[in-house]
């Protein structure tokens, strides 16, 4: 069962569309539907884009 705070494994695509790969997300909310849906935020070690001062 998934719930709030948990860390699974999904496939993302790339901005392309095109295969992506497996990587990491947190779940931080069910959406109120009559589906599966989760909103969720993507889990990455590259700081590359990090905004200093932001958050």
Not at 33 to 43: G, H, Q, V
Not at 45 to 54: A, F, I, V
């Amino acid at each position: 069962m998934k719930h709030p705070g948990q860390i699974v494994l999904l496939r993302f695509p790339h901005t392309s569309l095109a295969e992506g790969k497996t990587r990491p997300a947190l779940l931080l909310a069910k959406v109120p539907n009559n589906f599966d849906d989760w909103l969720l935020c993507m889990i990455s070690s590259q700081l590359h884009q990090e905004l200093p001062g932001y958050g």
